[in-house]
Nanobody, 128 residues
């Protein structure tokens, strides 16, 4: 069973930065495709970024391209989302999700419905 715990959210001013963490347990990242998603009040869930279980491929949704960076630390079994240049419209609850794959696959999973495991979410608020 995979468990995911997000952390790192908070209140930040426009233009500021935050780094979110998604700590996985139960399965190593070499067997997990990871995605970050977010949901703002009254809005539908939307994709943020994804990383393959090989760690070699990443994907960024248009709204965050050039500002956010996804990475991972295999020793810590943790995926990070570095968020720079934050805007008020980035305000949302951020969730990480995981899907088990065979060892070290290079594909990313963009469809949230294909993820079996979800964290509890962490609130990010961008406001002056």
């Amino acid at each position: 069973q995979v468990q995911l715990v997000e952390s790192g959210g908070g209140l930040v001013q426009p233009g500021g930065s935050l780094r979110l963490s998604c700590a996985a347990s139960g399965v190593t990242l070499d067997y997990l495709a990871i995605g970050w998603f977010r949901q703002a009040p009254g809005k539908e869930r939307e994709g943020v970024s994804c990383i393959s279980s090989s760690g070699s491929n990443t994907y960024y949704y248009e709204s965050v391209k050039g500002r956010f960076t996804i990475s991972r630390d295999r020793a810590k079994n943790t995926v990070f989302l570095q968020m720079n240049g934050l805007k008020p419209e980035d305000t949302a609850v951020y969730y990480c999700a995981a899907e088990q794959t065979p060892l070290g696959r290079t594909y990313v999973i963009r469809n949230p419905n294909e993820y079996d495991y979800w964290g509890q979410g962490t609130q990010v608020t961008v406001s002056s």
